[in-house]
C-alpha cells in the first residue's frame, strides 16, 4: 500500500494538506464532508497551485460554480504573477501563444476556459464569450473547449426549436 506522500508524489504540500485532500476523494460521494476536508486544504495550504487547482475542479464536478469559480480566479492570479504575464489581452494573447506547450501556461488555459464556462452557466454570458473568445483565439486544436462554449453561447436560436 502507498504512502500520502507516495500517493501525491507530484504535489508539494505538506502531509498533513495531502491527507486532506485523499480524505476529500476518499469521501467524493458525501459531499458535504468532502467539501469540508477541500476548505480546510485550501486554508492550510494557502495559495499552493496543486490545491487551488483540485478544489476548483472539486467544486465544478459537485455542480458548485460560485466556488468553483472564485477559486479558479485564484488559479489565474497565482499564474498569472509567476509567469509574469500581461492583463492586457493583446500582449496575453502573443505569450499564450508562443507559450502554450509550456504546463504553467496550459494550466492557465485550462483555468482560463473553465472560467468561461462557469460564467455561461451562471448566465454571465457576456463575460464568458469574452473569455472563450480569448482562448478560442490561442486553441487552434480546441484543446480547451472554448471554442464549443463560444459556438454555444454566440448561437443564433434556430427557429426549428420552437415549432
Avoid at 8 to 15: A, L, M
Avoid at 91 to 112: F, G, H, S, V
Avoid at 118 to 140: F, H, M, T
Wanted: charged share 30%.
Amino acid at each position: 500500500m502507498q504512502t500520502i506522500q507516495e500517493q501525491f508524489s507530484w504535489c508539494d504540500v505538506e502531509p498533513e494538506v495531502k491527507q486532506l485532500m485523499l480524505l476529500a476523494s476518499e469521501n467524493w460521494e458525501y459531499t458535504g464532508l468532502a467539501e469540508k476536508y477541500i476548505r480546510e486544504a485550501l486554508f492550510k495550504a494557502g495559495n499552493n497551485l496543486d490545491v487551488l487547482v483540485g478544489a476548483y475542479r472539486f467544486f465544478f464536478y459537485k455542480h458548485k460554480p460560485a466556488a468553483a469559480l472564485s477559486i479558479a480566479q485564484k488559479v489565474l492570479k497565482a499564474i498569472a504573477k509567476t509567469e509574469n504575464l500581461p492583463s492586457e489581452r493583446s500582449q496575453l494573447k502573443t505569450i499564450l501563444l508562443a507559450r502554450k506547450q509550456e504546463p504553467k501556461i496550459r494550466l492557465y488555459l485550462n483555468a482560463y476556459a473553465a472560467t468561461g464556462l462557469i460564467l455561461a452557466q451562471l448566465g454571465r454570458l457576456e463575460e464568458a464569450k469574452e473569455i472563450s473568445e480569448a482562448v478560442k483565439e490561442v486553441d487552434d486544436s480546441r484543446e480547451f473547449c472554448a471554442t464549443t462554449v463560444f459556438e454555444v453561447i454566440t448561437k443564433p436560436p434556430d427557429e426549428d426549436e420552437y415549432e
